[in-house]
């Protein structure tokens, strides 16, 4: 398995691949099971690659994705061909925005549904994931003549990796998907962030957002799992909320290009990692 190399499917914000390094140097090199309750784009995953792991996010679409790759990789596959064989202009991108919104108001979570969300991240502004006060995904078009969405080898190996290993998928908050940790385990949190000034407002990757009291409950989680002798690291913006919370921690503070900001000038921020 160690030697395919398995990269993110979406451009998700707060992807982890160019801190990649930095976050595995911090890893212990030694746990039992791996457990990543805010999976996003899994690029941590992908790096490290264990055997045994749990991993998670409140996201109903991603977390299918994950599932019908694990499950269905050779259909979502065909159907991601036949949308890149179509030339995309507006009218496309916006009729399959249509369909991927009519799946997600009826809960119809299968193989089209992961195909859809991964060729409309392709297709949509800059990547991102913004949906309205009803969860439907409202993120303009890119206006771009886009080629193939995929990298079928890519998607290939992810689904032979997640069948042929130890990993449950689920769809849970946070602090569930980590009520059985154990002694030994080692949890990586990657949180939506604490904004970096009080005008911006939490990240919001899902209709709920990600409030004060989420960041509380995540640090009252970190000090339990650290109490009861799992290893725990976290990443979130260096800000004094975040120092705040986890005062007493060791604290590293890392430079990060942040490419989903549509202004230059805001693309290098500091960004911290915690390990205990
Ligand atoms: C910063 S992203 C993770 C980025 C990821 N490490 C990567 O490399 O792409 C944060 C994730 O947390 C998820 N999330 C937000 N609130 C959550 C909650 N209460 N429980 C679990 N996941 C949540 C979001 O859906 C999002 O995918």
Redesign the pocket.
């Known amino acids: 398995m160690s030697d395919k190399k398995m990269t ?1 499917v979406l451009k ?5 691949t160019q801190l990649l390094e930095q976050i595995k140097e911090n890893m212990p090199t030694e746990y039992n099971r791996y457990y990543e ?8 995953l992908f790096g490290v690659l264990p055997l045994q792991a749990f991993i ?4 109903e679409q ?1 977390i299918n994705l994950y599932t019908q790759l694990k499950n269905a990789v050779e259909t979502v596959i065909e159907k991601i061909n036949e949308m890149d064989a179509i030339p995309c202009d507006k009218e496309l991108y916006y009729a399959l925005r249509e369909k991927y919104n009519h799946k997600i108001s009826n809960r119809a979570f299968d193989e089209e549904c992961a195909a859809l969300m991964i060729w409309i991240n392709k297709h949509c502004f800059n990547g991102l994931y913004r949906v309205n006060s009803k969860g439907l995904f409202n993120v303009p078009y890119n206006n771009k003549v886009n080629g193939k969405s995929i990298n079928e080898e890519n998607l290939i190996f992810i689904s032979d990796y997640l069948r042929k290993t130890d990993i449950k998928i689920t769809c849970l ?2 602090e569930k ?1 980590c009520e059985n940790v154990e002694k030994g385990d080692f949890v990586y949190f ?4 604490v904004p970096k000034s009080t005008t911006a407002s939490f990240t919001d ?2 209709m709920r957002g ?1 409030t004060l009291n ?1 960041h509380e409950r995540l640090s009252a989680l970190f000090k339990h799992l650290d109490k009861i002798g799992a290893k725990v690291m976290l990443s979130n913006n260096d800000v004094p909320l975040v120092r705040e919370l986890y005062v007493g921690y060791k604290i590293q503070s890392v430079d990060v290009k942040r490419m989903i900001n549509c202004n230059a000038k805001k693309r290098t921020e500091k960004e911290e990692g915690l390990a205990a």
């Open positions: 993110p998700w914000a707060g992807g982890k309750p805010f999976i996003g784009g899994a690029a941590v998670n996010d409140v996201n991603l908050d946070f998907a990657d949180s939506p962030y990757y899902t990600f989420d």
